[in-house]
């Protein structure tokens, strides 16, 4: 038995497609990250585990309760942790959450995945009024379909890999204008992406209500993670199938811009 934590997100969606078996933890009445006492796993091998807070202060409470039941875990990490803890909030915070599951006693398999696709989901409010798409600029990176870390992960939770780092990447390395220029294509529109001021932004993201640490978080990354041109073969070599590019998951959720 498998259970998948996030099955509500992008990646988690994907994954239950592929596992329609699994246990979920959003189907679980009252189970909650936050308590670990409420996780259901009577009957659980492995676990796939997206951390949902902003800091790693409850995961070694959550391995814990993993451990009395299940085997493994595989952790959905970052790839900008190979540039070190320091680099940005977000980056930090993964590179705690895979020292508490390298740590947990469990078997572990870490996906340090790169900049996903569905980031530009983000943009639709924009493109539905407008052809421009404002907001902070981001080192380029090899820009990845969920659909394929989802396929990885299926791949790691049916034949485990344990102690093994994947860093999964797309195809090609793209800006965040790249994807924009990429998205008109799709949509038949020609569209451009401004670069808005940090601080510009984090003032937007604190006027439109959100939490202040998460606009730290957003707009640290933006600003400090480096460039990166990297491209791996992960995804070819672990599911024996092609990497989907940017302009196919568009093409996928055009719907979505409309």
């Known amino acids: 038995m498998i259970l998948v934590t996030g099955a509500g997100g992008n990646v988690g969606r994907e994954l239950t497609t592929l596992l329609p078996d699994a246990k979920t933890l959003d189907r679980a009445a009252g189970a909650d990250l936050a308590k ?27 391995l814990a309760r993993i451990a009395e039941r299940a085997r493994r875990v595989v952790y959905l990490s970052s790839s900008a942790v190979r540039f070190g803890a320091g680099t940005d909030p ?8 895979e020292a508490a599951v390298q740590a947990s006693g469990l078997e572990w398999t870490i996906l340090r995945a790169d900049t996903f696709a569905s980031n530009a989901l983000g943009w639709a409010g924009q493109l539905r009024t407008g052809d421009v798409v404002r907001g902070p600029d981001s080192a380029a990176t090899a820009v990845i379909d969920p659909a394929d ?5 299926a791949a790691v939770l049916r034949d485990p890999r344990p102690g093994t780092t994947f ?11 790249d994807q924009v220029r990429i998205l008109g ?11 808005t001021p940090y601080d510009d932004a984090r003032a937007q993201l604190l006027a439109d209500g959100r939490p ?5 978080a957003l707009i640290g990354s933006a600003e400090n993670r480096p460039a990166s041109d990297l491209v791996t073969t992960t995804i070819e070599d672990v599911t024996d199938r092609p990497v989907g590019s940017f302009r196919a998951w568009a ?6 811009f409309g």
């Open 36 to 62: 670990p006492e409420s996780l259901d796993l009577d009957g659980v091998d492995s676990v796939f585990l997206i951390w949902p807070f902003l800091t790693s202060d409850g995961a070694p409470a959550v």
């Open 90 to 97: 977000i980056t930090r915070l993964h590179a705690d959450l």
């Open 149 to 153: 870390i989802a396929a990885v992960a």
């Open 167 to 177: 860093t999964l990447t797309g195809p090609e390395v793209l800006s965040r204008a």
């Open 185 to 195: 294509a799709a949509l038949g529109r020609e569209l451009r992406f401004e670069a």
């Open 212 to 216: 202040p640490a998460l606009v730290e």
């Open 251 to 256: 093409d996928r959720n055009l719907g979505a």
